[in-house]
């Protein structure tokens, strides 16, 4: 079992940056393919990107591709999303999430991962 508690989130100006962090304990953090989904309200949950547990493969959703950045740290077994040249409509509640020992490729329905954390509010104003 793994815990993960994201933190970072905030309020930011549009063409503005946010770097949110995902600090994980619990089984080891490098076995686990990780992810970012975010849950804007009345929307349903959607992937953001993904980094692998074999090869740290990256992939990201298209609605973010070449602003936004995932990366793990193994050694302090924390995941992050680096957020650039933020718009308003990426407001919503960041999510991390967890899939241990999980298969080759991108993996983007929310119900595959095995842990979330509680979320931390993205704000992006106009």
């Known amino acids: 079992q793994v815990q993960l508690v994201e933190s970072g989130g905030g309020l930011v100006q549009a063409g503005g940056s946010l770097r949110v962090s995902c600090a994980a304990s619990g089984r080891t953090f490098s076995a686990y393919t990780m992810a970012w989904f975010r849950q804007a309200p009345g929307k349903e949950r959607e992937f953001v990107a993904q980094v692998s547990w074999i090869g740290s493969g990256t992939y990201y959703a298209d609605s973010v591709k070449g602003r936004f950045t995932i990366s793990r740290d193994n050694a302090k077994n924390t995941l992050y999303l680096q957020m650039n040249s933020l718009k308003p409509e990426d407001t919503a509640v960041y999510y991390c999430?967890?899939?241990?020992?999980?298969?080759?490729?991108?993996?983007?329905?929310?119900?595959?991962?095995?842990?979330w954390g509680q979320g931390t509010q993205v704000t992006v104003s106009s």
């Open positions: 999430a967890a899939k241990y020992k999980a298969t080759i490729g991108v993996i983007r329905a929310p119900a595959s991962y095995d842990y």
